[in-house]
């Protein structure tokens, strides 16, 4: 499995729970498409929100988090971590 960081943007103002709600959409479906979701951060005053998932293919992760109602503007592999 290659894990994934996406990029959310125009999420001005998102509130911690917020981001938890949106973390737990992801999470109560992403079985369906053989990815998990790792761990999300958020900055509100920019907008960004960034998440870590584990999965079989960029399209997996971004087909989550379009049924969870929150697309990724940008999908990157990380093939190499430290």
């Known amino acids: 499995m290659t894990e994934f960081i996406d990029v959310h943007h125009g999420m001005q103002g998102i509130t911690s ?3 938890t709600e949106a973390h ?5 479906i992403e079985g369906e498409e053989g990815v998990h979701f790792k761990k999300a951060w958020a900055d509100p005053d ?15 992760v971004q087909r989550v988090h379009e049924r ?3 697309s990724a503007d940008e ?4 093939p190499l971590n430290a």
């Open 68 to 70: 969870a109602g929150h």
């Open 46 to 60: 920019s907008g960004t929100v960034y998440c870590l998932s584990e999965g079989p293919t960029a399209e997996a």
């Open 17 to 19: 729970d917020q981001l």
């Open 24 to 28: 737990r959409a992801d999470l109560a």
């Open 75 to 78: 999908i990157h592999p990380v």
